[in-house]
Nanobody, 121 residues
Framework: QVQLVESGGGLVQPGGSLRLSCAAS????????MGWYRQAPGKQRELVAG???????NYADSVKGRFTISTDNAKNTVSLQMNSLKPEDTAVYYC???????????????WGQGTQVTVSS
């Protein structure tokens, strides 16, 4: 099995910054892609940012220019640097990874437990 453990959420004022991190561990053969999703109350979960192996990135239009996703492939970690935060960024943020645990089956999605980000004055 694979575990994703997130850290770095919290309360921040509008215009502030936070950095989320996620570490993957377990029976990992390879990680094809990692990303961050978020879900605000009453809304569907949405992709915030994703990064594939070997490094192509994708961002939601609402966070382009403010958020940066990065990975450390040696450590199986993904980070999300969030700058110029807005109240509408408030949500639970989930780490996601597309992981191969065996060469005999296709990779599958794994999810972290979620970390709360609140942007408020």
């Amino acid at each position: 099995q694979v575990q994703l453990v997130e850290s770095g959420g919290g309360l921040v004022q509008p215009g502030g910054s936070l950095r989320l991190s996620c570490a993957a561990s377990g029976s990992i053969v390879s990680i094809n892609a990692m990303g961050w999703y978020r879900q605000a109350p009453g809304k569907q979960r949405e992709l915030v940012a994703g990064i594939s192996n070997p490094g192509s990135t994708n961002y939601a239009d609402s966070v382009k220019g403010r958020f940066t996703i990065s990975t450390d492939n040696a450590k199986n970690t993904v980070s999300l640097q969030m700058n110029s935060l807005k109240p509408e960024d408030t949500a639970v943020y989930y780490c996601n990874a597309l992981v191969s645990t065996t060469i005999w089956r296709p990779p599958r999605d794994y999810w972290g437990q979620g970390t709360q980000v609140t942007v408020s004055s």
